[in-house]
Structures are given as C-alpha cells and as structure tokens.
Nanobody
Framework: QVQLVESGGGLVQPGGSLRLSCATSANIFKIYTMAWYRQAPGRQRELVASITNSGTTLYAGSVKGRFTISRDNAKNTVSLQMDSLKPEDTAVYYC????????????WGQGTQVTVSS
C-alpha cells in the first residue's frame, strides 16, 4: 500500500514560519514528481509548489519568494519551508506524488492543517 505521510502543520502567527514534511516509499519517490497542494474552506484545491525527480521546481505566484520546496533523496521525503506566512495561507495542505506515463498516476496524503492567525 502506497502511503504519503504529512507532518508539520499547526498554528502560527502572521510572519512566522512552518516546515511541512511528506514521507513516502523509495519506489515512488525516485521517479515521481512531488508536490504540495492546499485547499481552503469553500475554495478549490490549488497547487502550491512542485519538484521533479531531477530537482526542477515550480511555485504558485502567491507563494513565490516565501515558500521553498525541497527533496531529501536519502530519506525519501519532500519538504515545504514556509516563511513570512500570511492569514491567506491558511488551508489544509496535501502532499501529492504524480507520474505521467501512458496514463497519469496520482497518490495523495491525508492532509495537514496550517492556520495563520494572531
């Protein structure tokens, strides 16, 4: 069974920082693009950041310059360092693993809550 296990969510004040981590298996991690999505109440799920197995990154415009996605190939984890957090960053954050072959295969974590509030 494929598992994506997120950790690191919580409550933080505006301007603060959090680091999210997502652990998975080596078989998934070594060939899949890893990403973080988020979904706020009443809103669509949106891509926050992604990183390919070669290290190419992509960020949503709303988080560019504040968030950093990275891969730890030894631990099979992907992390999202979130700095200068704003209340509008409040959402459930989901780890995603995707591979496009003849068809697209997706795996999702359970999600972790991030709340930015004073």
């Amino acid at each position: 069974q494929v598992q994506l296990v997120e950790s690191g969510g919580g409550l933080v004040q505006p301007g603060g920082s959090l680091r999210l981590s997502c652990a998975t298996s080596a078989n998934i991690f070594k060939i899949y693009t890893m990403a973080w999505y988020r979904q706020a109440p009443g809103r669509q799920r949106e891509l926050v950041a992604s990183i390919t197995n070669s290290g190419t990154t992509l960020y949503a415009g709303s988080v560019k310059g504040r968030f950093t996605i990275s891969r730890d190939n030894a631990k099979n984890t992907v992390s999202l360092q979130m700095d200068s957090l704003k209340p509008e960053d409040t959402a459930v954050y989901y780890c995603n693993a995707r591979r496009i072959s003849f068809t697209t295969t997706n795996y999702w974590g359970q999600g972790t809550q991030v709340t930015v509030s004073s």
